[in-house]
Structures are given as structure tokens and as C-alpha cells.
């Protein structure tokens, strides 16, 4: 199973950015996925996370009302749309796809960073 993210870059306060994450796995909708940031020194910190059905979803308390996760399982990715951008959400964003069935299995990926300007 392979992630890959994208869609990070480099924008302004109060811009927007949706993030993907594709997820090469045959059993796609037998995942939960959820992202991470980890900004430079700090640990790795969660950010949403999506059901495999995509019924459930939960944020941390910093992006809740700002960011969206979404799961569009045609296309066996997860999205992460992030508006009103703030300085504090700069950092490499990663996702993570947990396999909910049998046997139960984690994986990365690679990451891609997200720089905020003030």
C-alpha cells in the first residue's frame, strides 16, 4: 500500500489549499484515514481524521470549522480542504490510512508542506 500527498504550497493568511491523498490500496474502502502536521521541532500532531465509510469525521479543536476532510472512494483518495489559513497551521502535513479489517495495518506517506505567510 502506497500514499502519496500533494496539493501544499506556499500562501498567505486567510488563503485556502485542499490537500489529496491517494491511496494505492485494493481494499480502499476498508481504511480510515486521517492527517497529521508536524511543524519544525514540534511532535507530530492530529489534524481530522474520516471514517472508512466516510460517515464519521473528527477534528482537532485548532482546524475545527476551517478544514474539511472528505473521502471519495471512485478515486481512492482523501481530501483535506483548509481555508482561513492561519501561520500557526505551517508545517508538513501527512496522511495516514489504518485498515480497519483484518489484518489491521498502518501507513504513511511521504508528506508535503504547507507554508503560511502572516
Known amino acids: 500500500v502506497q500514499l502519496q500527498a500533494y496539493g501544499g504550497g506556499l500562501v498567505q493568511a486567510g488563503d485556502s489549499l485542499r490537500l489529496s491523498c491517494t491511496i494505492s490500496?485494493?481494499?480502499?474502502?476498508?481504511?480510515?484515514v486521517g492527517w497529521f502536521r508536524q511543524a519544525p521541532g514540534k511532535d507530530r500532531e492530529f489534524v481530522a481524521a474520516?471514517?472508512?465509510?466516510?460517515?464519521?469525521?473528527t477534528y482537532d479543536d485548532s482546524v475545527k470549522g476551517r478544514f474539511t476532510i472528505s473521502k471519495d472512494n471512485a478515486k481512492s483518495t482523501v481530501y483535506l480542504q483548509m481555508n482561513s489559513l492561519k501561520p500557526e497551521d505551517t508545517a508538513v502535513y501527512y496522511c495516514?490510512?489504518?485498515?480497519?479489517?483484518?489484518?489491521?495495518?498502518?501507513?504513511w506517506g511521504q508528506g508535503t508542506q504547507v507554508t503560511v505567510s502572516s
Open positions: 495516514n490510512a489504518r485498515r480497519v479489517v483484518t489484518p489491521v495495518m498502518s501507513y
Open positions: 490500496a485494493r481494499d480502499f474502502r476498508t481504511y480510515a
Open positions: 474520516i471514517s472508512y465509510s466516510g460517515g464519521s469525521t
